[in-house]
Structure formats: C-alpha cells, structure tokens
C-alpha cells in the first residue's frame, strides 16, 4: 500500500483516484472545488493545498485540465513543490504541453524528485472502467515504481521515452483522432449523397485499408447521430492548439491538422462546443446541404 | 465451371484471371497487350475483341485502368456490348467514376443483361493471394451468380447496393486511406522532431483509438522508409480526382480530400509518383526539414 497524493478530481480524476482507492492504496485529496464525498467516505484525507498533499504523499499524481493549471498546482506559493522531498515522485496524467512538460520536469528534478508525465487517452467511461491508454514519458526507474498505480487505472501503458514524449505522444494521438474523423466524415458525405447507404459502406470498408477504431466508433456515431459526449469538441480544440502550438515552436508543417482545428471552430461557431467530436461532421454536412444518413 | 471473359489483363487482371483458372474455369481472354503465356497454357483462349469474348462468355469481367477505357471495352465498335445476349453478367471490377458507372449500367441493362460494378481493395499482392476486398454494386440476383467467382479472388466481399454503390464505396475506400496516411505523417512527424521515438509513439498509438490499418502499415513504411510501391502516388491521384469530380458533380464539400489532392501534386512535382502513397509524408517532411526517423 503507498500513500498517494492526487490534486484534481474532475470527470476523469474521480474515477481513477476511486480506482487506486479500490486498489488498497492511501490517498491524499486537493481539488479546488469540493472533494467527492464518495472518495472521503472510503478513506480519502482531503489536504488543502498542494504542498500539504506533498508533504504526505510517496506519489504525487496531478490531473488537471491544461498546462497553466498544472503550473499552478506544482509551482504555486503553496503548491506541490513547497512539500516535495527527495525521491517523492511526481506524475502529471493531464494533458498538456510538451514542451512546457520538459521545463516542469527540469524543475521538480532539481528538487530531487523524479518527474513522469503520463497523459491518458479513453475518456470518462476508460477512467471508471480502468481501460485508459497511458503514455509515459520519464525515468525506467520511476516508470517501474508507480506502474502498479497506471495498472490499476488503465491496460494499455507504454513508457514512450524521456520527459515529455508522453505528452507528445498524447498529442500526436489527438491529431490522427481529429483527422480520421474528417476523413470519415467526407467519405460517409460522399457515398451517402452520392445515394449509397452508410451502413453498408462502413461494412465494407471496415475489412480493408481503411479500417480504424474511428471508422468502427465515429463512423456509427454520425449514422446513428448520436453526438452526446463522449469526448468534446472543446477539449479536442484544447488539444489541437496543443499540436499548433508545439509545431510553431519546432518548426513543423501541418496543414491538415491546422485545417480540423479550422472545422472545429466551425462547429464551436454552430454552437457544437459541447458535442462529441464525431460532430465534426456537421461542418461538411452543413456546407453539403445534406446529413449522412441510413437508407 | 463456368464460362468467363476476362478483359484486362495487367497487374491486377492477370493473377485475378489465373485465380478463376485454378477454380476449374474455362477464360475467354483480352487484353489491347499480348495476352500472358501462362494464362493461355492454362487453357485461356485468346480472343481479338471484346465482342469475340463476349460471344462466348456467360460472365464478362473487365479490369482496366479508367473510366474511358471501360467506356470504350463495352461501347466501341467491336465492343463488348455488341456480343450480349440476354442474361450474360457484365462485371466491372476496374476502379472508376460511380456516376459513369450508373450510366454505363443502364445501357446494359437495356440489352437484356445485368450489370455489376465490383471494385477491389488490396493491390497486386491481394490479386495474387485472392484476397481482395472486393465492393460490389447491383442485383441480389447477379450478385449470387458472380459470388463463387469472386471468392476465387477475394476475401471480404459485400454487395452494398444498387449499381454505382461499388464504386462509390472504393472512392469511399481511397478518401479515407489517403487521409489516414496524411495523419499517420503529420501525428509521427511531430512526435519525432519533438524527440520522441516514432516507433515506440506508433506502438504506443495502435492500442487506442488512434488505431488504424494506415498507422499499422502505412506508419511502419514511413519509419523503414520503404517507399517502394504497393499502391503507387500516381494511382492514388485518379482515385482522388474520382472523388472530387464526384464531389463536384454531387454538391458536397471535402476540403480535406481536396488538400490531400494537392498534397500528393506536390509528390508528384518532387518526382515521387511511382513511389507508395506513403510517401505523402515527403511532403511535409521536405517542408519541415525533418523526416520520421526512429532514434
């Protein structure tokens, strides 16, 4: 049993600290708003500030929403770094900048704590379910002493590499997300317009080349127009100018990902901020004059 | 055993005719090439026109490279056309427009035979393993008739509608495929200059919903820079010229498509045509002065 520390018990932060709790371990709560009752009733201590779940913690996780949070939460005047000793070790399952992750990462090891950034993909229902995808980025060392924790929140857990490749690898996940969601868009609007049923277009092509876990999940999802989150169009946006940020600062080039978060503000312009992001499709279909729909 | 023309014998018409062959059928062969050896040593008989094959033949099959290349094995002057009977199938298996298709359906339909339009998925390699995914458009009727021939070439075949259905599903099929590979390129690009290691980001992607065929395979290539084709630039280009005709004449809005077009002219004019589409990442690559590269 270790003593963990967890600050941010949103949507997807609740489930995972339930998660670790169910797995026997110690926490020590921070959120801004209220801790859950649910996690003080199964013994959960509730600290008030970052530094207080520092000073009692052997693993400090954060899971916040974006990058100047998590800056807060570690380098705030009562944060996370004020209670850090040596070898206490500190995981950021947010998602945010990779870049902005390599100098938080300089900083806490300079403290003497090892630093692993371990952003997690699958959504609400991965977090109650403990099916996250969690990409690492740290030490070995450290890697093998909190992975019993990832193993009691996700399955499919992969130490990428140094600090910051699991939020580059979180972020290079994001744009093949948004894009194969357009690519099945504009394929669904072209065969259902041009008067083949979507269904069984999406049958066909799901044994082929074109295959993926969007065209199987997404691609229902614009059938059966079932655009309840899931995960929104906000949070996706959040993301993309994650990617359009990180690839002015290292001088990439890419044109399409720049293109989706175009057609995401399109949607957020049609009032779809809070759809799932299979809704991207509305764009196109708006502009088409024509929804892809079953025969 | 039935009787089969077989009109178009290149690299996809040829092991297609030699499987058929090795199902115990007697082939009726065409070619505006000098018909291969093999297939005649197989007993194929040589005929001189479309018309000839036609005569004899209960199901025509045609595998050529385009639109007006269909238009003239069925329509000239010794064309197939002029050789149907009543009840003789035409079935087109060439990748083409899916408003051509419509057309070129009603014409024959009108000599009293039944048409089907039948494209595949899966290249050289799928043609010669008969193991082509294969999309077929028409009747229920003519459909059953056709299927032992095409599980002699392929695995996953689905009749998903009415004529043209086929090929709008391969368009379909192509739109999707050149999408997924631009966003394998931009997400692996990314992740590399940002210092991770594009293979292990690839391994750590496929267990999400980033998953996909393209990433699985078309990924691989861009790491092993393995450029030899597989499915040629050039090839792909028709495909999408298909679709944004098609999205022309239908009214629908696929700017990712469209981009995609453009991203692979840009292959094209850095002599890169003959090279596999998956070497659409040469692109942003040459743009960003940096190649996927595993570390």
Redesign the interface.
């Known amino acids: 049993m270790a003593k963990v520390g967890f600050i941010g018990l949103g949507i997807m932060g609740a489930p995972m600290a339930a998660n670790l709790q169910r797995g026997g371990h110690q926490l020590f709560l921070h959120d801004r708003n209220p801790v859950p009752d649910a996690l003080v009733a199964a013994g959960g201590k509730v600290c008030h500030c970052g530094e207080e779940v520092a000073r009692q913690s052997e693993i400090v996780i954060v899971m916040v929403p974006d990058t100047p949070h998590v800056d807060a939460v570690l380098f705030a005047d009562d944060g996370v770094a004020k209670g850090l000793g040596a070898g206490q070790i500190v995981v950021d399952m947010s998602s945010i900048s ?2 902005a992750t390599k100098e938080f990462a300089t900083r806490i090891n300079a403290l003497g704590s090892p630093y692993l950034d371990a952003p997690v ?2 959504g609400e229902v991965g977090a109650k379910a403990a099916s996250l ?1 969690i ?1 690492v ?1 740290g030490s070995q060392e450290a890697f093998d002493k909190v992975k019993p924790l990832f193993e009691l929140m996700g ?2 857990i ?5 600090n ?2 699991g939020q ?2 979180k ?3 994001q ?3 948004a ?2 969601i ?3 868009s ?6 259902s ?5 979507p269904v ?2 999406r ?3 799901m ?9 199987e ?1 997404h691609g229902e999802r614009m059938i059966k127009r079932t655009f309840d989150p899931g995960f929104r169009i906000e949070l996706h946006q959040k993301d993309l100018n994650l ?1 359009l940020q ?2 002015k600062a ?8 720049a ?2 978060q175009e ?1 995401m503000n399109a949607c957020a312009a049609n009032g779809m901020s809070k759809l799932d992001h299979s809704a991207l499709c509305r764009v ?1 279909e708006l ?4 929804e892809i729909a079953s ?1």
């Open positions: 990779p870049l993909s699958g995808t990409m980025g399955k499919n992969t130490l990428v590499g140094g910051g490749d580059t690898t972020v290079a996940n744009i093949i997300v894009l194969n357009q690519a099945v504009e394929a669904l609007l072209f065969a317009k041009a008067g083949a049923d069984k277009v049958q066909a092509l044994g082929g080349f074109a295959a993926s876990r969007i065209l999940v990617a990180g690839a290292l001088g990439v080039s890419m044109p399409h990902t293109s989706a057609l196109i502009l088409s004059g024509h025969k």
